[in-house]
């Protein structure tokens, strides 16, 4: 059963597109407060087939997700109430208290790693909102975090280019069920 393959030829098709750049912007925005979808899904095929303009996708990518984190701080600050219900059906609840207990201990450094590693960033940034932590901290966390994460992307698909994408496609499944036995693993290990 091919489902990632047959996923990644669907994307491959949509980052040829001449739109490409704004779906990008779009789900990175999207996926910063609301979507589950990882904008990498995109930037990373983007960045192969066009390894000259790798660097400005990851900077797209980096605004467009800041800028839905924002919008996730927003809801958190002032639509907790209306968002919670939502959180909790969606299976994020353990998640979320334990982003609440991070923030407390760490802060910054908790916006900082949300950002760069697979863990729901959406997740921390509704949970920075509802906390109220500083503004300016949470802005330069996800910039940082965020920009580390989509240039890292964008350097190794955009240096590997287009010579990479059959290694990509010939492990596109064991990549793909990893990335999903990582993920259960972690909803476990925080909702514990």
Known sequence: MKVFTALYDRVLRWAGHPRAPWMLAGLSFAESSFFPVPPDVMLAPMCMARPRRA???ATLT???SVAGGVLGYLIGLLGLELVL???EEAGYAPAYETARGWFVDWGFWVV???GFSPIPYKIFTIAAGAMAIAWLPFLLASL???GARFYLVAAVLGWGGPRMEPWLRRYMERIGWFSV???LALVVYLSR
């Open 181 to 183: 036995i990582v993920l």
């Open 55 to 57: 660097m400005r996708l």
């Open 144 to 146: 940082l975090g965020r």
């Open 112 to 114: 900082l790693v949300a």
């Open 85 to 87: 219900p939502l959180i």
């Open 62 to 64: 980096t605004l467009a």
